[in-house]
């Protein structure tokens, strides 16, 4: 299995942006799409973006989609997300995940779906 590592989370005001960024490692992450989940202090791990494994399709949960962008350069073996206009509600731990997939275009968007997690990067947003 690939192994993960999120970067980029800290503390920011509201309004401000960040670009998370997860580093896998192995030569297989062309294998693999990949997705970003969060986690806020007393709630479920939700689904934040997802990316096919060619990078051409996408998904997001609808209250983000604008303010967000997911995006992966497999020459660097890194997806990001990259978040703009932040708000104090999205505020949480984020975490990349990847699943082996044949499919270039497949996104997943379910939790139970993906395979390898990274350890998470806390952001924080202040008002």
């Known amino acids: 299995q690939v192994q993960l590592v999120e970067s980029g989370g800290g503390l920011v005001q509201a309004g401000d942006s960040l670009r998370l960024s997860c580093a896998a490692s192995?030569?297989?992450?062309?294998?693999?799409?990949m997705g970003w989940f969060r986690q806020a202090p007393g709630q479920e791990r939700e689904f934040v973006a997802a990316?096919?494994?060619?990078?051409?399709?996408?998904n997001y949960t609808d209250s983000l989609k604008g303010r967000f962008t997911i995006s992966r350069d497999s020459a660097k073996n890194t997806v990001y997300l990259q978040m703009n206009n932040l708000k104090r509600e999205d505020t949480a731990v984020y975490y990349c995940a990847a699943v082996p997939t044949i499919s270039s275009r497949q996104v997943f968007t379910s939790r139970g779906e993906y395979v390898s997690w990274g350890q998470g990067t806390q952001v924080t947003v202040s008002s």
């Open positions: 990316i096919s494994t060619s990078g051409g399709n996408t």
């Open positions: 192995g030569r297989t992450f062309k294998y693999y799409a």
